[in-house]
């Protein structure tokens, strides 16, 4: 800055003014300092400039990398953190929540002390991670996506999963169908175990068995949810239709009929639960439920700036957004199923 000053023949502070756009500085003032920078090859200190703030410039984002990284779920999420980002100085840091830096509180602590983060967004934690409290107590500006945690100092943003997944059990239901089987997500995400519930209440509200050998533990694995199905759909006595708790496993289920010879919907009904990218071109269409992955992202990033600098008076956000019921053509109403196969 002091180059810039001495060839503008400007005061620092003006220099530093127009560098980084705050203050009052004359449009003449501002174009000599933005040709000076380019002669001089300047580039902003972006650091140094956090730091005299107080300030990382940095989110941590904290999820499980096994099995979730790179999914269309986490992906949305990510492109809406950074749409909530745009056009400030802060960036995302990723950690691994599986990592033996989040196996115990103190390790927790000094992990956010020494790489100093200004928020954390926590992604689809596990019912049992304790890291989440721990945070919360070191008064870091946190937010959980895809989660419901017990603690009512800790915001989350989540999708109405249960209600998303009554609504797809019922459309099965409403189709005619009686014997529905049901895939199962990870027992220790509270998004699984809320659908799973559902699933069994709307069974339960219509006096319909739920078969428990037709509960398929598929992990939202596309491969457990084949080689679950691959049974469950050899039986003589076997289900008309199937919910699938998450998309991944719809297209397990999907594959295993194929290879069964059996075809969707005429031979077996099927419903998801995401609505991923391209739920809409397999064969058949999926019918699903559409959760706003996306905003879940946006939102959070948007609370995450307000409460670091205070804009929101600290408050708590503890929202659920609605689930969408999607109808496409891997549904049928079962007396059609009959008449399709003709």
Known sequence: MEDIARLTQLSKMTVSRALTNSGYVSQEARDKVQAAASQLNYE????????TRNKTGLLGVITSFEGFVGTYYFGRIIEGLQQGL???DYHLTLYDSSSESFNDGQKCAKLCHQRRVDGLAVIAPHTDDDF???????QVPIIVIGGSPIHKTISYIDVDNFGGAYAATEHLIHLGHKKIGFIAGLANLSDARQRQEAFEKAMADHKLPVKP?????????TRLAFHGCLDLLSQDDRPTAIFASNDLMALGVMDAARTLGLKIPEDLSLVGFDDIRGADMTTPPLTTVHQPSYQFGKTSAQYLLKT????DG?????EKLPAELVIRASTMTLGMHQKAKR
């Not at 902003?44 to 730091?51: A, H, S, V, Y």
Request: charged residues 15%; without cysteine.
């Open 44 to 51: 902003f200190n972006f650091i140094g400039r956090q730091l």
């Open 86 to 88: 745009a056009g400030t």
């Open 132 to 138: 989440i409290k721990t945070f919360s107590d070191l």
């Open 213 to 221: 050998s037709w509960i398929i533990e598929g992990k939202y694995q």
């Open 308 to 311: 670091i600098t205070g804009a």
């Open 314 to 318: 600290n408050g708590v956000l503890r």
